[in-house]
């Protein structure tokens, strides 16, 4: 006697509302970037969980010092969250996170010792504050939350991603990045460095990264940044376009899995191209490759259409004039180098899931720790 197949019933809407519901209201709170100025005027909150965010500039822009920023704000507003590095150009330095933390807790330390009375902030004189050595050593303390993970390719950056969802779902069974539950200590494995790996395969073998150090409780990691994906992404494509978009393409689905079920903020760091304008005078500027809503700033994001397509954020940093006479030594008629003062732009090129899009701010960097507003 067979047993009948019958179709599986349907969803009903209410069902799937009730479960878009629930999964939103774990999200936590956006990341700042490090600045009131971004967080209000452009980014409405700064940096979402559950998205994967592009931020593309030139050298000097600061989009590094974003990614650091973002870093900071999540470790600071978790305590047992982590942040996952992922380094493709050898270029992290712990010595600058430690100083944007620095910054961020002396902020935070200053504000602390301030009570409200009235319409008036008053200093209180039993606050408890912290000396400049209790500071130093927290940011100390906070940088052993940080798992830099150092990768030469592409297929290396898939690794890197592949290890934090297994952390992930191995320690969470909730999936919130922020819950912390009981596991069972055990002992490093040793990981095959990517440099060495073969990329004739379709498939990419991925080992769980162990844990540092044995405890009773496993701190997830909520945040992960690739700083910076242009050089891996290219040099594979270089190679073989096909196998390169294949792998590409692999990577971004993997990515988006592990942020839009675990609530995780992601961050990749882009470099620009097209910034020299052509000497052909026969050439016309097409519309795509102007994406600025500035005229005088030229370049876009590199690595294509195809990479824009698969993020859900796409941020862009360029460097204009900041004054009348700095335009004039820029772009007038001058005899040798001129030095002129610059602002930093940032610009919403692409914000799939609200209503950033063509938001912008102006912006300097101030001691290399932390951008504020012109």
Excluded at 2 to 29: F, K, Y
Excluded at 94 to 113: I, Y
Aim: charged fraction near 20%; proline fraction near 5%; aromatic fraction near 4%.
């Amino acid at each position: 006697m067979t047993s009948e197949i019958s179709a599986a019933p349907p969803l009903l809407g209410s069902t799937l509302l009730a479960l878009a519901q629930s999964h939103s209201e774990r999200r936590p709170l956006p990341a700042s970037s490090g600045s009131a100025a971004i967080d209000e005027s452009a980014l409405q909150g700064g940096f979402r969980y559950g998205e994967i965010t592009s931020i593309a500039g030139t050298t000097g822009t600061g989009k590094t010092l974003l990614a650091y920023n973002a870093a900071a704000s999540h470790l600071l507003a978790h305590a047992s969250g982590e942040v996952a590095f992922v380094d493709t150009a050898g270029s992290f330095s712990p010595v600058r996170l430690r100083d944007v933390l620095l910054s961020r807790l002396k902020t935070q330390n200053e504000r602390a010792g301030f009570v409200q009375t009235g319409y008036v902030y008053e200093r209180t004189l039993s606050a408890a504050d912290l000396g400049d050595e209790e500071i130093m050593q927290e940011a100390n303390s906070t940088l052993d939350r940080v798992k830099v993970m150092r990768v030469f390719d592409l297929a290396g950056v898939a690794e890197a991603v592949g290890e934090v969802t297994a952390m992930i779902e191995k320690t969470s069974p909730t999936g919130d990045p922020r819950v912390d539950v009981p596991v069972i200590p055990e002992e490093p494995k040793e990981i095959g460095d990517s440099e060495d790996d073969s990329m004739d395969g379709d498939s990419i073998e991925i080992e769980p990264r162990a844990q540092n150090k044995p405890s009773t409780t496993a701190s997830l990691v909520g945040m992960i940044i690739v700083d910076t994906m242009t050089n891996v992404v290219s040099s594979t494509i270089s190679k073989n376009q096909l196998q390169g978009q294949a792998l590409l393409a692999s990577l971004m689905r993997s990515l988006n899995q592990l942020t839009t079920r675990h609530h995780v903020c992601a961050i990749l760091t882009n470099a620009v191209v097209g910034m020299n304008a052509s000497k052909n005078p026969g050439y016309k500027l097409r519309p795509e490759d102007h994406v600025s809503i500035f005229a005088s700033t030229l370049g876009k994001p590199a690595l294509g259409k195809a990479f824009t397509y698969l993020i859900d954020t796409s941020i862009f940093l360029s460097a204009v004039p900041k004054s009348q006479n700095d335009a004039v030594s820029a772009y007038g008629e001058r005899i040798g180098p001129q030095k002129w003062r610059s602002a930093i732009i940032l610009e919403v090129l692409k914000d799939r899931n609200g209503t950033r899009e063509g938001r912008w701010t102006a912006l300097e960097m101030v001691s290399d720790v932390k951008l504020v507003p012109c």
